[in-house]
């Protein structure tokens, strides 16, 4: 309560100055095969008709880490991490110096602006190594609480919409994957990512609203 109260007072001396410089960044598993719904896989069909068949899910069925990284104007960088690997923070560091070269390359002026980077608090992020990158680089980190999904773009705005398009595909490799969700990324509006990050006003606002509690 007190966090989100803290963002609503700066949004409202700051206004979208504050917003523009957030860059949002979160992890989510991409399965390469997601059952559909239910009511996604629903067909007309007569009373003579033979049962419809449906490919069953594999718990033996690949899947890849996701890390989305984006502000207001879209996408920024999509990190991609294989069954079995781990999120150190030294490899989180090289994601941050990626990072800083797609800000450079694709949002001219923000590096000098300064960046406001909402993370989640995975161990590696606050590692010692990487918050003296982050202060080497002269980033702000944007304080947000463990267990917030309610309070990231990437897990209330971007990946619900994601996940929903890649259900009921069947894909063969990483590769297939990471095309698929690269064209789907590129494929939005821009719209949708600046919705994704103004809307955090006013899930900042009723968080406050209700005490603090879950959104």
Known sequence: MGVCFQHLLRYCTEGNNFLSRIVACDETWCHFFDPATKQMSMEWQHSGSPRPKKTRSSIRAGKVMLTCFFDENGPLMLEWLETGGTVSANRYCDTLRKLKTAIKNRRRGMLSKGVILLQDNARPQVAKVCKDLLQHFRWEVLHHLPYSSDLSPCDFHVFGPLKKALKG??????????????????????????????????????????????V
């Open 169 to 214: 595909h069947q894909f063969t490799d990483i590769d297939d994957v990471r095309e698929t969700v690269e064209e789907w990324s590129c494929t939005q509006p821009k719209t949708f990512f600046a919705d994704g990050i103004h809307h955090l006003v006013d899930q900042w606002d009723t968080c406050f609203n209700q005490q603090g509690d879950y």
